[in-house]
């Protein structure tokens, strides 16, 4: 089977300049790709095609487009995408723009954009300045020191060679890194381009990349195995996405031009009522000059099916057909499948009255042709309509409207799912701001940073931390982590957390403290054992699986006293958890506690406290286990002293240096993402 063809989204930003032209929009083409591994080699196919494109349009910048230009811009682009695929992982955005710049010697050039969704970022010093001009990239040139290939791979070495410039531009959860190519021996022309440079700019495309043929469709295959490897290849594809919009454009990009010419997404508001209006989610179109157009026609009004259709097809008229209006959302259908018709804008009916005639939309594509229309379903709920067609035939064949309506099935699966990790994952950050404070307390002379990065967005975690005053010019800290994750260890953190809080402003010592939350715990597993006794008595005897356990608690605490002199005392006691380590500015590095028992396990336990001064320049480094357990096959992070070694190169760092170097040597340590919160505390004396 062919591989999947890529579509392009090809736009043009108002307000700004094409290449080759004093006025006019810039030219831009751009795409998003799943984060699979097929996603390089369709960067790379994505490009080729653009620059093809552009030159075959007769772009006076597409003159200067070189071997060596296209190469290099394919090279820069599989570099900048394979390691979005392989460092985040989440779905990768690819913009390609061609950009003029004037002045006395006028130039041009291409540039790569490579936006990923992962939220991690590295430490400030090492990534350009980000600017307030263009929000997709920072205009600065490439940093003096190349980034160190261990965090991100020797890629980056290779763009920056080829590059004139690159950089990395971080927004609210996601991650650009750019690059700009200036293309060879151009200067910008007064006017359009003549004959003459347009002929020399297609016999460029056809050096550079031919364009791409249409494909052969062969209807015959769907009754064969076809069929089979086709829907196998789209429930690969859908699966495991987790996000409604890239569900839509992965379905748009498996069904044209395998089964269709054209087709259109509408996805249904969650809960928004039967008033609520369908959005155009996705608009594919075989030939990318009928991208717009059939967008605009399909705008002017949503297609609603009546509430009595099923999940077959039914036969639709196209939207830019001069004989027929507009969609209405009340219009009568025939009956469903593949050879029923539809009166849906006929004469007379309701929607061939309503709007400005479809006359005046404009002709996407070269023919008229036949379209079916889909309701897209799960769990009995209505979840949007897939509208297909085929340009210049009457009827689509009865193999492919059937293989379309198992196609639509699986679509409405993956829509499904994606809406539910959506809620879920919602539910989630509702939660853990609830649960985790909105503002740490600020400690004199001390200064604090903070890394907490949860395993799984959709997951509460089970790490939590909290920085607070309390009576007697005193500031309590505490890093702990709750056995497993999810609502359990949302209840323990939501116990926990305003407990530590009362007894410490209570004024009990550390120690005590430790001793009572511990008690409060048990309590609290003994109330939940004789909750499970109840409910075996109600079920006659029988033993009730409910997935009651105990409630482990692993925590740092420490309360913190500033010092007439300067620094601060500290106190702290270690539950169960990673032990605290102390920083000295000569590099020399010490535990900072002792080690006892999990809270929540014994009730006769008498937690102890350890009491040091944290001197100017000192600092005291306090992590979860997702840190000090972090794996690489059967080596942990901490095996060795690991976190002590890296701590020590931290001497002389301020707190959010040291924090944010801790972080990437984490994430570094193994090429998957960590598998567990990673949670860290960094205080550091003035």
């Given amino acids: 089977m062919a591989p999947i063809p890529l579509q392009r989204d090809t736009v043009q930003r108002p307000g700004t300049i094409r290449a080759g032209y004093a006025h006019g929009p810039r030219l831009a083409s751009r795409t998003s790709l799943p984060g699979i591994p097929l996603a390089p080699s369709a960067a790379r196919r994505f490009v080729r095609a653009a620059l093809a494109e552009w030159t075959g349009l007769g772009v006076p910048a597409a003159v200067g487009f070189s071997d060596r230009l296209a190469d290099d811009a394919v090279t820069v682009t599989n570099e900048l995408v394979t390691n979005a695929v392989v460092h ?128 052969e469709r062969d209807d015959a295959v769907w009754d064969s195995r076809g069929a089979p490897a086709f829907l196998a290849e789209a429930s690969d594809l859908l699966a495991g996405q987790l996000d409604e919009d ?125 379209a079916l229309a889909f309701r897209i379903t799960a769990g009995g709920r209505a979840l949007g309509t897939v509208l297909v067609g085929r340009e210049g035939v009457a009827r689509m064949p009865e193999a492919v409207a059937s293989l379309i309506e198992d196609f639509v099935r699986r679509l409405g699966l993956a829509v499904g799912a994606a809406r539910a990790y959506t809620r879920q994952a919602t539910i989630s950050r509702i939660l853990q701001r609830g649960l985790l404070p909105s503002k740490v307390a600020e400690i004199p002379g001390v200064t604090s940073a903070l890394v907490y990065e949860p395993s799984d967005d959709g997951v509460v975690g089970g790490d939590f931390y909290d920085i607070f005053p309390c009576p007697g010019d005193r500031w309590c800290f505490v890093l702990g982590d709750v056995q497993g994750s999810g609502p359990e260890a949302a209840v323990v953190t939501g116990l926990a957390r305003p407990w530590l809080r009362l007894l410490s402003r209570e004024g009990f010592g550390v120690g005590e403290v430790l001793d009572r939350l511990n008690r409060l715990l048990l309590d609290d597993a003994m109330e939940a054992a004789e909750a499970a006794a109840l409910m075996v008595a109600a079920a006659g005897g029988q033993q009730l699986h409910d997935g009651s356990q105990s409630r482990f608690l692993s925590l740092l605490y420490g309360e913190v006293v500033p010092l007439p002199g300067g620094g601060v005392r500290c106190t702290v006691a270690s539950a169960g958890h990673p032990l605290p380590l102390l920083l000295r500015p000569d590099g020399s590095v010490r535990p900072a506690a002792e080690p006892q028992v999990l809270l929540g396990v014994v009730e006769d336990v008498a937690y102890e406290s350890q009491v040091f001064d944290l001197a100017p320049g000192d600092t005291l480094l306090c992590v979860t286990d997702g840190v000090t357990e972090r794996r690489s096959g059967p080596l942990m992070f901490d095996d060795g002293d690991g976190l002590a070694r890296v701590l020590a190169g931290c001497a002389g760092l301020p707190a959010e240096a040291t924090a944010e170097r801790i972080r990437r040597a984490v994430h570094e340590f193994a090429e998957q993402p960590p598998d567990d919160d990673v949670a860290l505390l960094v205080l550091h004396a003035d």
């Fill in 88 to 215: 985040a992982g989440t779905t990768v955005d690819l913009v390609l723009r061609l950009e003029e710049e004037g002045g006395e010697e006028p130039s041009a050039a291409l540039v790569l954009e490579v936006t990923d969704h992962h939220p991690a970022r590295p430490v400030s010093g090492d990534e350009p300045e980000a600017a307030a001009g263009d929000p997709a990239r920072t205009e600065t040139e490439a940093p003096t020191e190349l980034p160190d290939p261990a965090e991100y791979g020797r890629g980056l070495q290779l763009v920056a060679t080829l590059a004139e410039s690159w950089g990395i531009t971080y927004r609210t959860g996601l991650k650009t890194v750019w690059a700009r190519l200036p293309v060879d021996d151009w200067s910008g022309p007064p006017a359009p381009p003549d004959r003459d440079s347009l002929r020399r700019g297609l016999r460029a495309a056809e050096i550079l990349a031919p364009a791409a043929r249409r494909t």
């Fill in 246 to 370: 890239l569900v839509a454009a992965i379905a748009g990009q498996l069904l044209v031009p395998r089964l269709a010419d054209w087709c259109a997404i509408w996805l249904e508001a969650e809960g928004g009522g039967p008033g609520a209006e369908p959005r155009l989610a996705r608009v594919w179109h075989s030939d990318e000059t009928g991208m717009e157009p059939l967008r605009t026609a399909l705008e002017r009004e949503p297609l609603r099916l009546p509430a009595d259709v099923g999940s077959g097809p039914v036969h639709v008229p196209v939207p830019w057909s001069a004989q027929h209006g507009p969609y209405a959302g009340d219009g009568p259908y025939a009956e469903s499948g593949p050879g029923a018709g539809s009166s849906l804008g006929a004469e007379g009916g309701p929607g061939a009255q309503d709007g400005p005639h479809a006359g005046d939309v404009p002709h996407p594509g070269s023919r008229d042709g036949a």
